[in-house]
Nanobody
Framework: EVQLVESGGGLVQPGGSLRLSCATSGFTFDDYAMAWVRQAPGKGLDWVSTISWTAGNTYYAESMKGRFTISRDNAENTLYLQMNSLKSDDTAVYYC??????????WGQGAQVTVSS
């Protein structure tokens, strides 16, 4: 059974940092690209970032470039998202996803990130 479990969310002040983790199991982690997708309150899903299976290539939505860093530890089957210089607009539920032929075929349960003073 494929499982994706996010952790590391919480409340942070504007300008602060958080690091999300996504522990995975049930599949060969380094066979797949992985991604983060978020959903702000009352809004649709927004793609945040994708990392290739070797971690050799990373991609970011324009508003996250320079602030967010995606990474992965293939030995630990874990995906990460380091978020710096957080803004109130970054408040959302952040989902870890598995990428399979350009589709997000498995999703975690989500981690709430709230940026507020």
């Amino acid at each position: 059974e494929v499982q994706l479990v996010e952790s590391g969310g919480g409340l942070v002040q504007p300008g602060g940092s958080l690091r999300l983790s996504c522990a995975t199991s049930g599949f060969t982690f380094d066979d797949y690209a992985m991604a983060w997708v978020r959903q702000a309150p009352g809004k649709g899903l927004d793609w945040v970032s994708t990392i290739s299976w070797t971690a050799g290539n990373t991609y970011y939505a324009e508003s996250m470039k320079g602030r967010f860093t995606i990474s992965r530890d293939n030995a630990e089957n874990t995906l990460y998202l380091q978020m710096n210089s957080l803004k109130s607009d970054d408040t959302a539920v952040y989902y870890c996803t598995r990428v399979n032929y350009y589709t997000h075929d498995y999703w975690g349960q989500g981690a709430q990130v709230t940026v507020s003073s």
